[in-house]
């Protein structure tokens, strides 16, 4: 028995920036990734000193060419609908749209890959849900005035998703506003476009670019309502589940500390105002920001869904001889105090493998904001090892989603209204984090390498055949 509704969102999702290359064919302008080497070239200091980066010439950059989605995603769409998707999350690069700051009217050429892409997609039979900005502010922006430091961005995102709106009104239902926005406090170049390299008070900045975006997301629900009041439109956090490692109350309240930095978010996007928690942490920290006169009356439009990516959770201690133990590689560490969790496994890259962990966000998400939520991105970066006859037995991924959905189900069953699951990567794509392509997520395998290598060709895994019948019995059969 299934314990989906029926009429569930399955699919999978990508980003323009991890995922199209041709990064500037038909007028494009750089997007962040485009500036960055992989991990091993350089990645973490260019991520940091983005302006410092862009004068530099590294030997290769993996998102120029990442796996020529621009010019396979008619091959690649009919893989994906071949698994049954009745949805795809996918993103539109900005710097496709308007190449430069100030331009009247976006780039024709840049909107028509994505009308045909769109209008492929839903003759297809899937869904699409559109993000906004998928880590992707232009570099024009970076460079001009340091990204979303500067509320100029509030209009020039809000042409941008205005005229996404316009366009796409009777094509796509289901929007989000910002990828993982929480993350600007921890990837300011990605989530902002963020340069901090000499500034005095980075956290101050960060917390101003946050309210830039929490207003232009604000805005954009309001514009987007005014164009097709049918719209769905979500914001994102990159939802991480956070333990205790003991009794300890300063442990607790640690993790609520720590929870509250990304709460912090969809607290303003679903509720409509800054919780006092976030009132106090700024006076606390001498920041007064800079609050035009009407952004408040603005927030108070809240979003239609409530979104989060879920890979890892972590374990929080104050206990410094505990804190030694630091698991450096997960996801969730790597911005917190996070330390091992001994019931846990962890991925090739050290991401701690959690599928209760999602229950729980699902709940808590649920619980906090009574909003219907959606599963935007899951999934496991892995080492896959393509044979001499084209196939890839990954059955450490299928495991991975079966327990992941199983919670997901239970979830459900416990109270929680779910739209959807997008799983990440359903085709291998170029890393955020470390710019490889051995990090690989997908149910379809690409043939490329880390340097660049390969022919790019397409071939399915044993997750793909799983996939499809998870999706054909609506999560009935899992086995
Ligand atoms: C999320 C991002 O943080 O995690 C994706 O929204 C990203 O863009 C995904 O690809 C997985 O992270 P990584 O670093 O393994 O690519």
């Known amino acids: 028995m299934s314990n989906f509704p029926d009429g569930f969102l399955w699919g999978g999702a990508t980003a323009a920036n991890q995922y199209e290359g041709a990064y500037l064919e038909d007028g494009k302008t750089m997007s962040p990734m485009d500036i960055l080497p992989d991990l091993a070239h350089g990645r973490k200091e260019a991520l940091d000193h983005p302006i410092h980066a862009l004068g530099h010439l590294y030997d290769f950059y993996p998102s120029h060419t990442s ?9 690649d769409l009919e893989l994906l609908a071949g698994m049954g998707f009745n949805i795809y999350r996918m993103s539109i690069s900005w710097s496709r749209i308007f190449p430069r700051p100030d331009m009247d009217q976006p780039n024709e050429a840049g909107l028509a890959y994505y009308d045909e892409l769109i209008r492929r997609a839903r003759e297809l039979g899937m869904q699409i849900l559109v993000t906004i900005n998928h880590f992707d502010t232009p570099m024009w922006a970076v460079k001009r005035n340091n990204g979303w430091a500067d509320r100029c961005m509030i209009d020039e995102y809000l042409k941008f998703a205005g005229t996404l709106f316009k366009r796409y009104k009777n094509q796509v239902r289901y929007w989000i506003t910002f990828n993982e926005i929480n993350m600007l406090l921890h990837y300011p170049l990605f989530g902002a476009g963020l340069d901090l390299t000499n500034d005095p008070n980075p ?17 954009a629900v309001t514009l987007g309502h005014s164009i097709n009041p049918r719209f769905m439109i ?46 106090r942490f700024l006076e606390k920290n001498n920041i007064c920001l800079d609050i035009a006169e009407g952004d408040i009356d603005a927030l108070r439009d809240t979003v239609d869904f409530v979104s989060f990516s879920y890979y890892s959770s972590g ?66 970066g892995a080492k896959d090892i393509i ?46 984090s470390t710019g490889q392509m051995s990090k690989r997520y997908g149910f379809i395998y690409v043939d490329r390498d880390d340097n660049g290598n390969g022919t790019n060709e397409r071939f399915i895994k044993d997750s793909y055949l799983w996939y499809k019948k998870v999706i054909a019995s609506n999560g009935a059969d899992i086995a």
């Open 315 to 380: 374990v929080i201690t104050c206990d410094p001889r505990i804190k030694a133990h630091k698991t450096s590689a997960n996801f969730a560490s790597s911005f917190s105090d996070a330390v091992d969790n001994p019931y846990l496994s962890a991925s090739d890259w050290g991401w701690v493998i959690d599928p209760v962990g999602l229950r729980i966000t699902m709940n808590e998400l649920y619980d906090r904001y009574n909003k219907p939520i959606f599963i935007a991105e899951n999934g496991l």
């Open 67 to 75: 796996i020529d989605g621009y010019h396979h995603w008619k091959e």
């Open 234 to 279: 979500g914001s994102m956090i990159a939802g991480i589940c956070n333990y205790a490692y003991s009794s300890c109350p300063d442990d607790v309240l640690a993790v609520q500390r720590t929870m509250r930095e990304s709460y912090f978010f969809p607290d303003v996007q679903a509720r409509g105002s800054y919780p006092l928690y976030a009132q």
């Open 203 to 219: 956290t101050r900045t960060k917390y101003q670019a946050a309210h830039n975006q929490l207003v232009a997301s604000a805005k």
């Open 387 to 432: 044979t001499d006859d084209g196939k890839v037995h990954d059955s450490y991924r299928i495991d991975y989603y079966r327990d992941h959905i199983e919670q997901m189900g239970l979830a459900i069953q416990d109270g929680v209204e779910c739209l959807g699951y997008t799983t990440w990567g359903p085709i291998d794509l170029i890393s955020v």
